[in-house]
């Protein structure tokens, strides 16, 4: 029963963040590109993706690793199976796509705030009042100009992800 809800929380999770990445470099990215879309509403839409990041980066790793001490101990399995080897893949994936969320949505808000430090990024993530007396540069097409690389990246990881838990899901060959 607790492995269940673990599986159920873990693909949830997991479904909102990608789906959320996806969506972000689908339908903001290309629109603040151009300037159609509002420096307000991507930054509110980036800081959405940040929060989504972050709880999900609670709930991911604390639900992996107990379905990884239920199903793969001892945990040479990891190693040696193709099933270990795609969850190992799984936790670095989610790794590193986590570090470009927060390092792309970063630069973006050093954009407007150059002295913003870590601690108060990490607190505050970039929240649509950091914007308040600005003025209007730089605009929508410049914060998305820092932020592209990071997102494009993030949702290439999102999509080797997908497979990644598609290949678990129609068993992966031993
Ligand atoms: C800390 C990072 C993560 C860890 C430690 C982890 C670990 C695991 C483990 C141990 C399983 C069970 C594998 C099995 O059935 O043998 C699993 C399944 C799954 N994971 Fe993750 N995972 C992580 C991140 C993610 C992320 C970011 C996604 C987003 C797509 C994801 C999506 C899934 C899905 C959909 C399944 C179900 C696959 C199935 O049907 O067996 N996981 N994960």
């Known amino acids: 029963m607790v492995l269940t ?3 159920v929380l873990h693909v949830l999770s997991g479904a909102l963040w990608t789906g959320a990445t996806l969506y972000v470099v689908y339908a903001t990215l290309p629109r603040a590109t151009d300037g159609t879309l509002g420096r307000d509403a991507f ?3 980036a ?9 999900t980066g609670v709930v991911l790793p604390a ?12 945990l040479e399995a990891l190693a040696t199976t193709g099933r270990g080897r795609a969850v190992l893949a799984m936790l670095s994936l989610w790794g590193v796509m986590n570090g470009l969320v927060e390092l792309g949505v ?9 002295e913003v430090g870590w601690g108060r ?11 308040d ?18 997102l494009l990246a993030s949702a290439g990881l999102a999509v080797l992800l997908l497979v990644d838990a598609a290949l678990l899901a129609g068993g992966v060959p031993v």
């Open 121 to 131: 990024y990490m607190a505050e993530g970039f929240p649509i009042d950091a914007l």
């Open 43 to 45: 930054v509110d839409a």
């Open 47 to 55: 800081h959405r993706l940040l929060m989504v990041t972050r709880w």
């Open 106 to 114: 970063l630069r973006m808000r050093r954009e407007v705030d150059p």
């Open 63 to 74: 639900t992996g690793a107990y379905m990884i001490w239920r199903l793969y101990t001892p």
């Open 5 to 7: 809800t673990a599986f």
């Open 133 to 150: 007396g600005v003025g209007r540069t730089p605009g929508s097409a410049r914060l998305a100009a820092v932020a592209r690389p990071y």
